[in-house]
């Protein structure tokens, strides 16, 4: 039997302008199997001046329905952005006494809409939350992170996108008005500090002059241990307030026949996506190949299509500020996607033929960003 499942499209246009740009049907089996998926945009979104569609890919400004047929699993990916990673889903899971949540149990769940930026996804007739994240202040701090840990409900982060990356603790927050995404350490008794080495390399990119939002580590205690943690600036909310639209290039790479995911994705994928969407395409391309090469620098190599993105800046689409930009714990050779047909990355010292192989001609600067990118050491001691 086919059971079809609703929901609304939110889109917040300006900070007290929020309208229902679209409505989705799944349509599912009773095995959970998914057949397709509709998605039609509302006569209010379409009448809009000046509207765009959602992506810089579509789904096209038609006043049809149109449907994506699946392979059973997948959703078009300006869904399935929207979706809770994998720790908003291990959360909820938990909830039910269970190691995992399917995609409607997900979605069902989001009661004030799932989402990040200017989208929110929400059960038919439900309006979505458009808060920053839980208001705390340096004293509150800890006791929020200790819920964390615990797996108490955070809605903030259930109801967050798979774009807030990674399955390690984390929340939405405010503090004094300014909104952080907080991200802990994993474990509590591990020599690895993800919070210092996330820091570390959001430093090095900034200190080369290329996008990446302010953070800063943190520490609070336990009643038997400590913990550190990092608060990083939200970069897809602007200074009054709006939140940006966003777009993982994961995303933009979808299969329209299935919606699955790219099986081999390369960073040559992504600069064609900066080629095609850009409005910066020769900055994006800098900046990609900044963290191409500082992902091998330090061992990366959770470097997949969603922790790349493309974010709506008042002047056009343009590649977000780096994000997950994290060494792994257990290293390993190979990467999550390729360059010039290896999953094995480039070192430094071919960093010249990597900027060529990108389209790029960066001359005397080679060296400048081999030189920041080597001083990442530094910026992981001062914080120690």
């Known amino acids: 039997m086919l059971n079809k499942h609703y929901f609304d499209l939110h889109v917040q246009l300006k900070p007290d302008l929020v309208i229902l740009a679209g409505e989705v049907s799944l349509y599912i089996k009773d095995n959970g199997r998914i057949e397709f998926i509709d998605f039609a945009y509302t006569d209010e979104y379409l009448s809009v001046d000046r509207i765009e569609p959602l992506t810089p890919a579509g789904p096209p400004l038609l006043n049809t329905t149109q449907r994506y047929m699946s392979d059973g699993r997948s959703l078009p990916g300006f869904i399935d952005d929207l979706l809770p990673d994998d720790w908003g889903k291990r959360v909820i899971a938990s909830q039910f006494n269970s ?59 259930i109801e967050s996108s798979s774009l807030v990356g990674g399955a390690q603790p984390k929340g939405l927050i405010q503090i004094n008005g300014k909104p952080y995404l907080l991200k802990l350490n994993a474990a509590v008794s591990s020599s690895y500090n993800s919070a210092i080495l996330e820091h570390a390399a ?41 939140f940006k639209p966003m777009v993982s290039i994961n995303s933009l790479l979808k299969s329209t026949y299935t919606q699955e995911d790219p099986a081999n994705g390369s960073y040559e994928d992504i600069a ?102 080597q001083r990442i050491d530094t910026h992981i001691n001062s914080c120690q």
């Not at 069902?108 to 208001?135: D, E, V």
């Not at 990083?232 to 009054?240: A, L």
Request: glycine residues 6%; hydrophobic residues 35%; proline residues 4%.
């Open 99 to 157: 190691k995992v949540a399917d995609k409607l149990l997900v979605l069902n769940q989001c009661h004030k809409g799932c989402g990040i930026g200017a989208y929110r996804l929400s059960p038919k007739g439900l309006k979505p939350n458009w808060s920053h994240g839980t208001k705390l202040d340096n004293s509150s701090i800890d006791r929020y992170s200790e819920n964390l840990i615990d797996l108490n409900i955070d809605h903030d982060i």
């Open 202 to 242: 959001l430093e090095t990119i900034r200190s080369s002059g290329l996008r990446a939002p302010n953070s800063q580590v943190i520490s609070f205690k336990h009643e038997t241990y400590s913990l550190q943690g990092i608060l990083i600036e939200r970069f897809d909310i602007k200074p009054n307030g709006c």
């Open 272 to 373: 064609r996506c900066i080629r095609d969407y850009s409005c910066h395409p020769v900055e994006d391309l800098k900046q990609l190949f900044f963290q191409l090469l500082l992902n091998e620098a330090i061992g990366n190599t959770d470097d997949h299509l969603r922790n790349f993105a493309m974010i709506k800046e008042d002047s056009g689409w343009q590649l977000s500020p780096a994000y997950d930009v994290v060494p792994q714990e257990h290293l390993q050779a190979e990467h999550a996607i390729s360059f010039n047909k290896s999953f094995i990355l480039p070192r430094l010292e071919l960093a010249s033929d990597t900027a060529k192989k990108l389209g790029l001609t960066l001359g005397e600067e080679v060296n400048s960003i081999q030189q920041t990118i």
